[in-house]
C-alpha cells in the first residue's frame, strides 16, 4: 500500500468514525455535532498551513510571474472541466454539460491544450461542480459539518463524494505514474492556496473566531453552490435551527451548562 | 443652439438621476467611483490603512443601513441588549465591517466589476444587485448586495460574496459569543479584534 493510498483510508476511517460519534453526540450547533473532534482537526490543519502550505504558497507566488500562475490554474481548471461537465449531465444540467464539453474542446485545441482560457473569452463561463453537490441535487442531506485532515472544510456527505468519487474521477489522482501524480497533485494544491491567499487572510481579520467563520462560510458556500448561486430563502424553521437561539438562552435563564 | 440643448440635456440627467437613483445604478456608480480612485492610489494599493478607511468610511459607509445590519447580526440579543450595550455593539461593529472592507479594498488589482440584470417590480422596498467580479486566471466571483428602500433612499443591509452572507456568518458568530461569554463579552471581543487589527498595521 502506498502512503498516499493510506492517508487517504485514514481520512476515510475518521471520516467514518467522526459520523458514527456524530449519533451519539448533542449539543453544540446543529450541524455541527462533532464540533470538539472538527476543532482539533481545524488547529492541526491550520498550524500545517501557517508552516508548510502557506509559507510555499507565498513563495510560489512571489517568484513565479502572474502570466505563469495563470496558465498553471488554466491548465488544472481544463483538466477539471471534463468532471465538471459529468456532474452536469448527472444532474440534468444539460446545457450546462454541454458547455463545459465546449470549454474543454476550445481550451484544449485553442487555448494550447488548456494554457490560455479563451473559452471563457467567448463568453462559455466556467461552472464550479463536483459529485458533493450532485449528491445535494439529488436531495441528500448535508450530513454532520467535518474537518477533515489537509483537506480542511466539509460534510459527511461532501467529505464521502470528495475521498471516494471525486478523487477517484480525478484524472491528477488517478495518475498511474506516482512520482508525475506527486508533482501534479503538490502544484495543484500550491497553485489553489496561492490563489486564495488574499481571500483568507481578509477572512482572517474578520471572523471573532476562525472555526465558527469558516464552518459558517463553508455552510453557505455549498447550499449557494447546490443551488447554483440562486438557493431559496431559508424558511424560518431553517433559520431557527440554524441559529438556535432560543433554545440556547433558555438554557442559560435556567442555569445548565451549554457544554 | 441644438447643441447647446443637447448639453443642457446632458448636464440635467446626473442631477434628475441623485434624486431618486435607482439601487443598481448607485451601486454601480459608487463601484466605478470607488475603483478609479483605488487605481489611482499609490498608497491604497500598498496597504496604507489610514487612506483606505477614509476611502471606504465616506464613500462606502453612507450607503449602509449599519443599524440594521447590526440588529441583525446580533439577532434576539440585541432586545436583551441595554441601550447602552446596544450603542456599543452598533460602533464595534461597524469599526469591524470598515476594517473589513479596508482590507478587501486594498487587495483590488485589476479585476473588473461586471453587474448583471436588475430584477425589480416598481414596488419593491427589499431588492438584491448582482455582481461579479472578473479577474484574469480565477473563477469570477458573485458579490450580491441586499438593499432596502428607506426615507433616505437605497440602503445596503448585506452583502454576500460567493453566496456568502457576511452579516448572516456574524450572526452565528456572536451567538456563539454571546453563549460562552455574554453580551458584554461579546462587546470586550469585538473591541479586541478591532485594536488588535488597528495595531496590527
Known amino acids: ?34 464540533e470538539p473532534i472538527n476543532r482539533v482537526v481545524f488547529d492541526f490543519n491550520d498550524v500545517f498551513d501557517r508552516a508548510l502550505m502557506r509559507p510555499v504558497a507565498q513563495g510560489y507566488r512571489a517568484v513565479l510571474p502572474e502570466m505563469v500562475r495563470t496558465g498553471v490554474t488554466n491548465v488544472f481548471s481544463n483538466i477539471e472541466d471534463v468532471w465538471i ?11 450546462n454539460g454541454l458547455q463545459d464539453v465546449m470549454r474543454v474542446t476550445i481550451n484544449t485545441v485553442f487555448g494550447l491544450g488548456g494554457l490560455i482560457d479563451v473559452a471563457s473569452d467567448a463568453g462559455l463561463e466556467k461552472h464550479n461542480e463536483d459529485f458533493g453537490q450532485t449528491l445535494g441535487r439529488w436531495g441528500v442531506g448535508n450530513g454532520p459539518y467535518l474537518v477533515l485532515p489537509f483537506l480542511g472544510p466539509s460534510n459527511l456527505r461532501d467529505g464521502i463524494a470528495l475521498l471516494g468519487v471525486d478523487y477517484a474521477a480525478d484524472p491528477v489522482w488517478s495518475q498511474g505514474h506516482i512520482p508525475t501524480r506527486n508533482t501534479l497533485y503538490a ?28 464552518r459558517g462560510s463553508y455552510m453557505q458556500r455549498r447550499r449557494s453552490l447546490i443551488y447554483d448561486g440562486d438557493p431559496p430563502r431559508e424558511t424560518d424553521e431553517e433559520q431557527r435551527s440554524s441559529s438556535a437561539l432560543p433554545i440556547v438562552n433558555n438554557q442559560v435563564a435556567s442555569g445548565h451548562p451549554i457544554r | 443652439m441644438k447643441y447647446l440643448l443637447a448639453l443642457l440635456i446632458a448636464l440635467s440627467v446626473p442631477v434628475a438621476l441623485a434624486q431618486d437613483t435607482a439601487p443598481d445604478v448607485m451601486v454601480k ?3 466605478a467611483e470607488v475603483i478609479t480612485i483605488v487605481k489611482q492610489d499609490k498608497d491604497i494599493q500598498a496597504g496604507k490603512s489610514k487612506k483606505v478607511t477614509d476611502l471606504v468610511e465616506t464613500r462606502i459607509l453612507p450607503h449602509f443601513n449599519f443599524t440594521r445590519m447590526t440588529q441583525i447580526a446580533v439577532a434576539v440579543n440585541w432586545r436583551r441588549a441595554t441601550p447602552e450595550q446596544q450603542k456599543l455593539l452598533a460602533e464595534e461593529f461597524k469599526a469591524l ?19 448583471k440584470p436588475l430584477r425589480m417590480r416598481p414596488d419593491d422596498v427589499e431588492i438584491t444587485v448582482r455582481s461579479e467580479i472578473k479577474q484574469k486566471g480565477a473563477q469570477p466571483v458573485t458579490l450580491d448586495y441586499d438593499m432596502e428602500k428607506t426615507p433616505a433612499g437605497w440602503k445596503v443591509f448585506d452583502v454576500k460574496v460567493g453566496g456568502v452572507s457576511l452579516i448572516t456568518n456574524y450572526r452565528e458568530d456572536f451567538a456563539a459569543q454571546v453563549r460562552e461569554s455574554g453580551i458584554d463579552g461579546l462587546i470586550k471581543a469585538l473591541a479586541s479584534k478591532n485594536r488588535g487589527a488597528r495595531q496590527g498595521k
Open chain 1, 1 to 34: 500500500m502506498t502512503l498516499s493510498c493510506l492517508i487517504r483510508r485514514l481520512v476515510l476511517a475518521v471520516l467514518l468514525a467522526g459520523s458514527a460519534a456524530g449519533c451519539a453526540t448533542t449539543g453544540g450547533r446543529p450541524g455541527d455535532p462533532l
Open chain 2, 29 to 31: 456608480n459608487i463601484t
Open chain 1, 85 to 95: 461537465a459529468a456532474n452536469n449531465l448527472l444532474q440534468g444540467k444539460v446545457e
Open chain 2, 97 to 115: 465591517l470598515v476594517r473589513t472592507y479596508s482590507n478587501a479594498l486594498s487587495l483590488y488589482r485589476d479585476q473588473s466589476v461586471e453587474f
Open chain 1, 187 to 214: 502544484t495543484r494544491s500550491v497553485n489553489n492556496r496561492a490563489n486564495a491567499l488574499d481571500a483568507v487572510s481578509v477572512m482572517e481579520e474578520a471572523a471573532l473566531d476562525k472555526y465558527r467563520f469558516v
